[in-house]
């Protein structure tokens, strides 16, 4: 069984920096491109980054661009997402989840393009 966990949110003052981890096991992490989505109250859920299986081909949100810096460490089987210049609209539960593959290129920016997510981590900023 697939298993992806997030940790590393909380709560940070307007300007302040978290890290975001994803843990993952149970499959070939090394195979597969991996997303952060967030999704806050009433809103749908936020594409904000995606890197490929080996790490050289990334993508980000407009509302993350030059903000956030998605990594990940193959040999650990984990994902992150740093996270610096915080503001209140960053508030929102944020899921790291697992990219189906062959599927066309424009796929991996909507939470249709990702067959497993985590459980999610509350990030709470106040401004």
């Known amino acids: 069984q697939v298993q992806l966990t997030e940790s590393g949110g909380g709560s940070v003052q307007a300007g302040g920096s978290l890290r975001l981890s994803c843990a993952a096991s149970?499959?070939?992490?090394?195979?597969?491109?991996m997303g952060w989505f967030r999704q806050a109250p009433g809103k749908e859920r936020e594409f904000l980054a995606v890197i490929d299986a080996s790490g050289g081909d990334i993508a980000y949100g407009d509302a993350v661009e030059g903000r956030f810096v998605i990594s990940r460490d193959n040999a650990d089987n984990t994902l992150f997402l740093q996270m610096d210049s915080l503001t209140a609209e960053d508030t929102a539960i944020y899921y790291c989840a697992r990219k189906i593959t062959g599927q066309w290129r424009a796929s991996r920016y909507v939470p249709t393009g990702y067959d497993y997510w985590g459980r999610g981590t509350q990030v709470t900023v106040s401004s």
């Open positions: 149970e499959f070939n992490f090394g195979s597969y491109s």
